[in-house]
């Protein structure tokens, strides 16, 4: 399992662009804040990405019909460190509830690195 304990995190709250971590072992992680927002760790997003078969950080598809409507993009209005673990945000949509603990974001680093090892064979 890589270190999920980080070297350094920058989170780029007013130029609205993301999560930039550099980690102990010297990787380096981006997240974008919509990427965050879709992979949400909270128990009732965990639930509903379950049921709908959508892995972190992929957003919800249409519905058969449904017409795009314009949505603004995700975008946290506030984020703050929870103890030395995890951050949390305040989303625009007024979502809270998620603790993105370090495991977590290291867990689901989008990277071209990380991706191939967590898609799986069947």
Request: aromatic letters at 10%; charged letters at 25%; hydrophobic letters at 30%.
């Amino acid at each position: 399992m890589p270190s999920a304990d980080p070297k350094s995190v920058k989170v780029h709250l007013t130029a609205g662009t993301g999560v930039e971590i550099a980690w102990g072992d010297g990787h380096h992680s981006e997240y974008t804040f919509p990427f965050l927002r879709d992979a949400c760790p909270c128990a009732l997003c965990d639930e509903e990405r379950t049921k709908s078969g959508r892995q972190p950080g992929e957003a919800s598809p249409l519905k058969p019909g449904e017409l795009p409507m314009y949505k603004a993009q995700a975008r946290p209005v506030s984020a703050e460190g929870v103890g030395k673990y995890a951050l949390k945000f305040k989303w625009n949509d007024g979502h809270e509830l998620g603790i993105y603990s370090w495991q977590w974001l290291r867990q689901i680093c989008p990277c071209d690195e990380c991706r191939p090892a967590k898609i799986k064979v069947v």
